[in-house]
């Protein structure tokens, strides 16, 4: 079983739709990232988190840390947010490497 | 502009030939990482160097080698060893002094193996 877990895998939402990804992890942890990949395999760090909420623009990211659970939201989907979006999570103890989730694609389609 | 470059972008390479990436920073990182990803799976690190001239295994090192001769350079050689080469390979960077861990990432090249 990965220590990282995301739901869904795959999700196509139609443009203006509020989005939710989550993310479940299995381990003590000192931080929480999401991160964005674009089409071509570049990847960007959209939030990190130890606890609480962020917010920046049209997303949110959440994090509880009791039931080791976190969400990605996207409200006013657009289709220029379509990639694959990414948990990570930095392990108690585990020095400074990260473990990943397999990801969530988004496609927003008009 | 501050960043990382990985080159080139797409590789070809016939089966039993060593390769090597390259990955460049420029924002005085301490950390670098290689990383490596198939379809369906996460990011699999494959080796990180906290400082000059030391590095570690990751989880799936087997069939490949680093150096970290420079602060802004590690150099990934996949050889011949490596029995599933064909993938995405990425690679970060990070302040090793973060507690957060936040990782910059290059744009990746992709290897294919024939």
């Known amino acids: 079983k990965n220590e990282v877990e995301q739901s869904p895998q795959n999700l196509t939402a139609q443009e203006g739709e509020f989005i939710t990804i989550n993310c479940s992890y299995s381990?003590?942890?000192?931080?929480l990232h999401w991160l964005q990949q674009h089409p071509g395999g570049g990847i960007v760090s959209l939030f990190m988190?130890?606890?609480g909420k962020k917010k920046h623009g049209r997303l949110i990211a959440t994090i509880n840390i009791q039931e080791k659970h976190s969400s990605l939201h996207i409200t006013a989907s657009h289709p220029r947010d379509s990639a694959v979006y990414i948990c990570a999570v930095k392990v108690t103890g585990g020095g400074n490497k990260l473990t990943f989730g397999t990801g969530t694609q988004l496609k927003v389609e008009l | 502009d501050g960043g990382i470059t990985q080159s080139p972008k797409y590789l070809f390479r016939k089966e039993g030939q060593n390769v090597t990436l390259s990955c460049e920073q420029n924002l005085n990182h301490d950390a670098m990482y290689w990383y490596r990803q198939d379809p369906g799976q996460g990011l699999r690190l494959i080796y990180y160097?906290?400082?000059?001239?030391?590095?570690q295994k990751g989880d799936i090192a087997e069939g490949y080698s680093v150096s970290r001769e420079k602060k802004e350079s590690f150099p990934l050689t996949v050889t011949s060893a490596q029995k599933n080469p064909t993938a995405f390979y990425l690679c970060?960077?990070?302040?090793?002094?973060?507690?957060?861990?936040?990782?910059?990432f290059g744009p990746g090249t992709r290897l294919t193996v024939l």
């Open positions: 970060a960077s990070s302040n090793r002094q973060s507690s957060y861990n936040e990782q910059f």
């Open positions: 988190l130890s606890s």
């Open positions: 160097s906290q400082i000059v001239n030391d590095f």
């Open positions: 381990v003590g942890i000192s931080a």
